[in-house]
Nanobody, 129 residues
Framework: QLQLVESGGGLVQPGGSLRLSCTAP????????LGWFRQAPGKEREAVSC????????GYSASVKGRFIVSRDNAKNTVTLQMNSLKTEDTGDYYC??????????????????????WGQGTQVTVSS
């Protein structure tokens, strides 16, 4: 059973940075497409970023491109989301996701909620002064 565990959420001021991490304690992630979704209060869940197994191909939503960086370390079995220049609208619950398909991630597209079969429990990010 692939279980994803996120960490690193918290409270940060606008303009600040935060780093989220995700790992699978009992499962190897190296062959999986990984990514991040978020859900703001009262809004639908939306894709944020994704990264293929090779660690080279990445995708970002328009709202975070240029501010967020996704990376993975297959040796450490982790995926990380570095969030910079945070805005109040970045507030929400952030979910780590995984799928065994490479079709769910490219430079131009991140798959939908239903495309990713494995989800973490989420970690809360609050951007507020």
């Amino acid at each position: 059973q692939l279980q994803l565990v996120e960490s690193g959420g918290g409270l940060v001021q606008p303009g600040g940075s935060l780093r989220l991490s995700c790992t699978a304690p009992t499962f190897a992630l190296h062959g999986y497409t990984l990514g991040w979704f978020r859900q703001a209060p009262g809004k639908e869940r939306e894709a944020v970023s994704c990264i293929l197994f090779n660690g080279v191909t990445t995708g970002y939503s328009a709202s975070v491109k240029g501010r967020f960086i996704v990376s993975r370390d297959n040796a450490k079995n982790t995926v990380t989301l570095q969030m910079n220049s945070l805005k109040t609208e970045d507030t929400g619950d952030y979910y780590c996701v995984a799928d065994d398909s490479i079709a769910v991630c490219s430079h131009d597209r991140i798959g939908s909620v239903s495309d990713f079969h494995y989800w973490g429990q989420g970690t809360q990010v609050t951007v507020s002064s």
